[in-house]
């Protein structure tokens, strides 16, 4: 099946600075990458997606870009503010069955 | 618009009781509808999917099972609750054809 692995698992970064979130995946057949955020005790939230024939979406402040021959895709987050700090999850989808890395805890500092 | 809706919300359990936990989705037919776990600070491990009526997937061998007794329904079931068990269940939707997951609201599972 799909393996699916993200880094870093925690990440903290001053308000108003970037923040990056890298995830690789193990079958080339995957055709669809979506990021996930969770707020504490909620459940988790499509912020942005991307398909396997394009390279780069940017949606705001959040963008994503995929390398389908390094098998990678990345979530971007510029100016991050407080209420970018939650969980994000990426994920890898082959035939609408989704494989979640394992997250990234984002704190955005003040 | 389409909405899901799961129960219940919180649940502690003692090891060795029975779990049920259900799933409904409203406003759309045939969609293919998941269950995933999630561990305290992990991430979310996907346990069965189904495409429809009585077509279940299970992805991890485990002492759960899942049932698709109706097309908008999906209940995800124990017949006896270990502490591993314990974490948040989180049922999903999505239309045939591609596009976003939806999940619930999630159900918190405390095993005693």
């Known amino acids: 099946g799909e393996n699916v692995e993200q880094h870093p698992s925690t990440l903290s970064v001053q308000e108003g600075d970037s923040a990056v979130i890298k995830c690789t995946y193990s079958d080339s057949a995957s055709n669809y990458f979506p990021w996930y955020k969770q707020e504490l005790g909620k459940r988790p939230q499509l912020i942005i997606d991307i398909r396997s024939n394009v390279g780069e979406k940017k949606d705001q402040r959040i963008a994503v870009t995929l390398n389908k021959t390094a098998k990678h895709f990345s979530l971007h987050i510029t100016e991050t503010q407080p209420e970018d700090s939650a969980v994000y999850f990426c994920a890898a989808s082959i035939d609408y069955k989704l494989s979640f890395g394992a997250g990234t805890t984002v704190t955005v500092r003040a | 618009s389409q909405t899901i809706h799961q129960w219940p919300a919180t649940l502690v359990q003692p090891v060795g009781s029975p779990l049920s936990l259900e799933c409904t989705v409203e406003g759309t037919s045939n969609p293919n509808l998941y269950w995933y776990r999630q561990a305290a600070g992990r991430g979310l491990q996907l346990l069965f999917y189904?495409?429809?009526?009585?077509?279940i997937s299970s992805e991890v061998p485990q002492n759960l099972s899942a049932s698709r007794p109706q097309d908008r329904q999906f209940i995800l079931s124990s017949k006896k609750l270990l502490l591993s068990d314990s974490g948040f269940y989180l049922c999903?939707?999505?239309?045939?054809?591609?596009?976003?997951?939806?999940f619930g609201e999630g159900s918190r599972l405390t095993v005693l």
């Open positions: 189904s495409v429809g009526i009585g077509q």
């Open positions: 999903a939707w999505i239309i045939k054809g591609g596009g976003e997951l939806f």
